[in-house]
């Protein structure tokens, strides 16, 4: 598949946004840090910034972006229809619980429902993203119970790092944020790794001969191609570039999210700010460029059953 | 709009026969032609005499080989929409732009509601919509809906444009919910085939497979009554047979 960059960069700034907000909201509302009203304002404002900035992106891809406001209507049928009804209406709760944690200074009553709404809309945000690329039948890469969860366990990690760099930079690391880090480590680790290895090891149902029926008369491969140059479908569907050089792009994406943010949590955290503050930082961005390389690769590596009329001899 | 409409009422669609189709493309260009001034008016053409032409079609025509050795066998295959019963490219459009019709079962795309974002094409198995980069809208076959409901044509012509220009009448259009249409019965009879039934959308279009070869026609029929023939089909070089042996030989060389 075409990996559309707009398309890469809204997935990874909104994962890490409503991560990082899901997180604050949750961390806040138990007492897991304190509510410093500027830690909350640049917290819970970054992460609005990821997320909107990552929204506003994902219309550039867009034929009509000035339409854009009709993908609320099909919320019955169509998860990207729901993903953009839920994010709009994230902002609600994100707005209550900003008001307590900076103006009321406090998370409790009704501002502890607003807070808790809130991680649970993010949470479902997320996970409409996931199920837009799960339910897709024809791209096998992403038609699988893997794609979901390894979504969600990003925007867990990219978040619970962001929230870790801001942490230390206002001096209320606790703990329990690195414990968070390292959930989110080792979930990445593990979803991540058995996502890669059930793609290489999953054939697609469909092959040429089902793709054309004529199985029956043995195996089947495209003699002429329909047309002389390549077709919409070819340079959307048929994007290849990068999966020659899967196997060290996953090698490098893997060190970036998980090996190198792993390293720099556990030297730095512990340390002195002048340390632990660009060394978390460095995390959090290591983790971030990590996770556009692993999306690039979501995209690149993912093959549509359509080549099949084109030429390829699996999906 | 994006829900589907029940099953069970009218389903138009194409039958395709692999056997007669002979790969002119000729389906390709009408359509084409008649959709270029039709209801998804204009179908774009990016350099169109430059090194890298390219547009929207709505039907292609691929050349498949299937099977090995003196068994394989070429096979034409146009390729267009196939107006699924369980369209996924109906039920992803977020905004309600692609939809199906409840009263004949036609899949369309209502361009001023399209945002352009290209899912129903990634939904799609069958490569079967192209984005039209000029109008920044998703295409598609429309079964020829300006034609097959036009009044304003003789009754005859009331087909998709792929159908009426089929020089070997390798194209049908008909309902095929009606189990007793022309269409239908032509499928019951060839053994109609769903592409890629895998997919679960139930494509209504169906594909004749090609008719089985007859591996032993040449020592049948007129070449039976040519003796020459029949010698120099089985090696054995007699009469006239030694002198098309000789020939060959001569051009073998």
Request: aromatic share 10%; with cysteine.
């Amino acid at each position: 598949m075409h990996p559309a960059y707009s398309v890469i960069f809204f997935t990874t700034a909104s994962g890490a946004g409503y991560g990082l907000i899901a997180l604050m909201a949750l961390f806040g509302v138990l007492g897991g840090v304190k509510l410093d009203p500027w830690f909350g304002a640049v917290g819970l404002g970054l992460g609005a910034l990821m997320v909107t900035g990552g929204l506003l992106s994902s219309t550039a891809h867009l034929g009509h972006p000035e339409r854009a406001w009709r993908a609320y209507s099909q919320w019955k049928s169509s998860w990207l229809s729901r993903e953009g009804v839920l994010a709009t209406a994230t902002y609600v709760p994100l707005v209550l619980t900003a008001w307590g944690w900076i103006v009321e200074g406090s998370l409790t009553g009704p501002f502890s429902v607003f807070a808790v709404v809130l991680a649970l809309f993010c949470f479902l945000t997320v996970h409409a993203t996931g199920m837009i690329y799960a339910t897709l039948r024809t791209i096998s890469a992403w038609h699988n119970r893997r794609t979901v969860p390894v979504y969600l366990a990003f925007a867990l990690l990219t978040g619970s790092l962001w929230l870790h760099a801001l942490a230390q930079m206002f001096g209320h690391q606790t703990p329990m944020l690195a414990a968070v880090v390292a959930i989110g480590l080792l979930l990445v680790m593990f979803l991540k790794r058995s996502y890669w290895r059930l793609i290489d090891t999953t054939p697609s149902p469909s092959t040429p001969e089902s793709a054309t029926g004529l199985g029956a008369l043995g195996k089947v491969r495209l003699l002429d191609p329909p047309a002389m140059t390549e077709t919409f479908i070819q340079r959307e569907m048929g994007f290849s570039i990068a999966r020659k050089h899967s196997q060290k792009l996953r090698r490098i994406a893997f060190l970036s999210y998980c090996a190198i943010p792993f390293a720099l949590t556990l030297l730095t955290s512990e340390a002195g700010p002048w340390i632990a503050i660009p060394g978390t930082l460095a995390a959090a961005i290591s983790v971030s460029i990590g996770v556009v390389i692993e999306r690039w690769l979501f995209f690149a590596e993912a093959k549509h059953v359509s080549m099949l009329y084109y030429g390829a001899d699996s999906a | 709009m994006t829900m589907l409409p029940p099953h069970g009422g009218k389903k138009l669609g194409l039958v395709i026969d692999l056997d007669t189709c002979v790969g002119c493309h000729a389906c390709a260009v009408n359509c084409k032609e008649w959709n270029t001034g039709g209801h998804s008016a204009p179908l774009p053409d990016n350099d169109p005499y430059g090194s890298d032409p390219n547009g929207v079609w709505f039907n292609r025509v691929h050349t498949f080989e299937a099977g090995e050795g003196t068994d394989s066998r070429t096979v034409h295959f146009p390729r267009s929409c196939l107006h699924c019963e369980d369209a996924a490219c109906v039920t992803v459009c977020p905004t309600g732009a692609s939809y199906k019709r409840e009263e004949d079962g036609i899949v369309l795309v209502n361009e001023d509601a399209c945002i352009g974002c290209k899912l129903c094409s990634w939904a799609c198995p069958y490569g079967a919509r192209e984005y039209d980069t000029d109008a920044g809208v998703m295409k598609k076959c429309t079964l020829c809906i300006d034609r097959i409901y036009n009044e304003n044509i003789p009754e005859a012509e009331r087909v998709p444009a792929c159908v009426s220009t089929c020089p070997a009448s390798a194209r049908h259009f008909g309902d095929l919910g009606d189990p007793n249409s022309e269409v239908s019965l032509l499928v019951a009879e060839r053994g109609g085939e769903d592409l890629m039934p895998e997919m679960g959308y139930k494509p209504v279009n169906r594909y004749l497979p090609p008719r089985a070869a007859k591996k032993d026609q040449g020592l049948h029929g007129v070449g039976a009554s040519l003796p020459w023939v029949t010698d120099a089909a089985t090696g054995d070089a007699a009469g006239a047979g030694k002198f098309l042996h000789w020939v060959d030989r001569v051009l073998s060389r």
